[in-house]
């Protein structure tokens, strides 16, 4: 870690019976304490992103196992993958961030931990001013990185018309409403892109941009969503011009959650398919290794076979019937050969 990074360990917690103390003394140092464990709690992050970079690349440089080895010690200390490969990548925007002479070591002990984060993940302009922010000695929590993060973008981004641009720049709608309808039209073909800045650019008020964000962000669903739906992209369906009947009936938000939802349902069946062989083949293992002398195993495959069947039957509620309650009857018909083995992992 660059040098500088120490941090006051003299954490002054107040005491809660103490009465003397007025509320806003109390609150005050409440404060005090809290901002220290959060630097104490991103410099620890950052450190420990060092030693799991050392002990991976340790491995690498000596070509060994292949990762096993890092894996292994992760293992051993009850640390994930994806966490310990996030504090990684905290460690090296810490690394980049004091490199591009953004910050000065002694400069992180101004931010809170996900502020931080979020500062080495925004664009280079937006980290250079909050960091020019740091280095005055001031706060930096998640809510001043996301304000600069929008003044920015909605003074910079060529999605939106100059003349929303303007408004951003004196503040006559702020930027916090125009950042949000350009993270959405990032997410556009370019034909739609220009539709809505053309919508905006005629009308330029504050309804106006609520009302294109909103047909911003169920365009971006719909065309998402449909893209995953299989039955959707095996037929010879004109996905635009449903898009268009939608837009023209004014029924945008109802048509992408219905794609939304049909995706939802296509992998929930897939996931229920792969959960059900899966439930079979251990059932069929178990009935093979069970007889007499376990009466009750015997009983508890018997239970769980409205579970392993052709046909599913589940309770919604209040199973006892004294409440509310439905029964639930699936049938699943199985066109795979009966010895056709279930790769792991295939239908998750």
């Avoid at 005050?28 to 901002?35: D, L, P, T």
């Avoid at 196992?65 to 310990?84: M, V, Y």
């Avoid at 062989?277 to 195993?297: E, F």
């Avoid at 052709?310 to 199973?319: K, N, Q, V, Y």
Wanted: hydrophobic share 35%.
């Amino acid at each position: 870690m660059a040098a500088g990074l120490g941090i006051d360990l003299n954490v002054i917690v107040p005491d809660p019976e103490n009465k003397e103390i007025s509320d806003y003394d109390f609150q005050q140092q409440i404060e005090q304490a809290w901002q220290i464990c959060d630097r104490m709690d991103l410099q620890t992050d950052i450190l420990r992103g060092k030693i799991l970079r050392a002990v991976r690349d340790r491995e690498k440089a000596l070509g060994e196992d292949r990762g096993t080895g890092f894996l292994n010690w992760l293992k051993d200390r009850e640390i994930s993958k994806s966490n310990a490969y996030n504090l990684i990548e905290l460690a090296n925007s810490a690394d980049q961030m004091l490199a591009d002479g953004y910050l000065e070591g002694d400069d992180v002990n101004h931010f809170t931990k996900r502020a931080f984060v979020e500062t080495a993940q925004s664009p280079a302009p937006v980290q250079q001013m909050i960091s020019d922010s740091a280095k005055e000695g001031n706060r930096i929590t998640r809510r001043e990185v996301r304000q600069l993060s929008d003044e920015w973008t909605a003074m910079s981004s060529d999605l939106l018309p100059e003349v929303m641009r303007e408004k951003a720049a004196n503040q006559t709608i702020p930027a916090r409403y125009l950042a949000p309808l350009v993270k959405q039209m990032e997410k556009l073909p370019e034909i739609h892109q220009v539709a809505l800045r053309e919508t905006v650019a005629e009308t330029p008020d504050m309804e106006t941009l609520k009302q294109v964000t909103a047909e911003a962000r169920y365009l971006a669903r719909y065309l998402e969503s449909a893209q995953q739906v299989k039955l959707l992209t095996e037929t010879n369906l004109d996905l635009e011009q449903a898009l268009e009947e939608s837009l023209r009936l004014g029924c945008l938000n109802s048509t992408a959650e219905l794609v939304n939802q049909a995706a939802q349902m296509e992998q929930l069946i897939a996931k229920l398919y792969g959960t059900w062989r899966r439930l079979n083949q251990l059932s069929d293992r178990l009935y093979v290794d069970t007889g007499a002398s376990t009466p009750h195993l015997r009983s508890l495959l018997n239970a769980l076979d409205v579970l392993s069947g052709e046909s599913i039957t589940t309770t919604l509620g209040d199973a006892a019937g004294e409440g509310w309650s439905r029964q639930i009857r699936l049938k699943i018909e199985d066109d795979r050969p009966e010895d056709e083995p279930l790769e792991v992992g295939q239908w998750e």
